[in-house]
């Protein structure tokens, strides 16, 4: 298994799926993480060829759009990433992309909408008829009311009660959520 970043998302994976062999990729680390080896960076990944499975460990570290970004860049190298969904509700008639992570303990409601590249992270909460347009990151915590759209490339921050559509390229915090600033 290969795990693409080294931080707090890749320690969620490892806890969720114990593997013995486990490979790291990251272009800001290296050496070791966890006792497991760092193999070089995502291009040096990109420039291989692998069947392992392999999983992105990059939730939002400053800029929402990094994780799209490598995941673009595998799948050029015709490198697939598998979602993964950890210990979470999923209701019925719910649609999920590519390239999603679903922590632990998180809902997802009927008829929601999950595009490509998006992070849920533990317990954040979308009622009914939610829809993420992509590449979004939503806070621990966080809740969504039923019928509304996080626009592409925008954070909800832990915690925060979203109750009103949000724009593409927004971070919005609070209860209930207000605009912090753009991204």
Do not use: W
Request: negative net charge; glycine residues 12%.
């Amino acid at each position: 298994m290969i795990i693409c970043g080294c931080g707090g998302m890749s320690f969620d994976i490892l806890s969720f799926i114990p593997h013995e062999e486990v490979f790291f990729y990251d272009d800001l680390k290296t050496g070791n993480f966890e006792g497991y080896k760092i193999l070089g960076t995502i291009d040096d990944l990109c420039r291989t060829q692998t069947d392992d499975v392999v999983y992105l460990g990059i939730g939002s570290v400053g800029d929402n759009r990094t994780r799209n970004r490598i995941y673009e860049k595998l799948t050029k190298a015709g490198i697939k990433t598998r979602p993964l969904i950890m210990s979470s509700f999923i209701n019925r008639n719910v649609e999920i992309g590519q390239n999603c992570l679903l922590n632990i303990g998180s809902q997802v409601h009927h008829d929601c909408v999950i595009s490509e590249s998006c992070v849920i992270s533990p317990g954040a909460i979308l009622c009914g008829n939610v829809t993420l347009e992509g590449n979004n990151f939503i806070g621990a915590g966080a809740v969504i009311i039923q019928g509304v759209t996080i626009g592409e490339n925008s954070v909800v921050g832990a915690g925060s009660i979203v109750i009103r559509d949000v724009p593409a390229n927004t971070v919005v915090v609070g209860n209930p959520a207000k605009f912090l600033k753009e991204c």
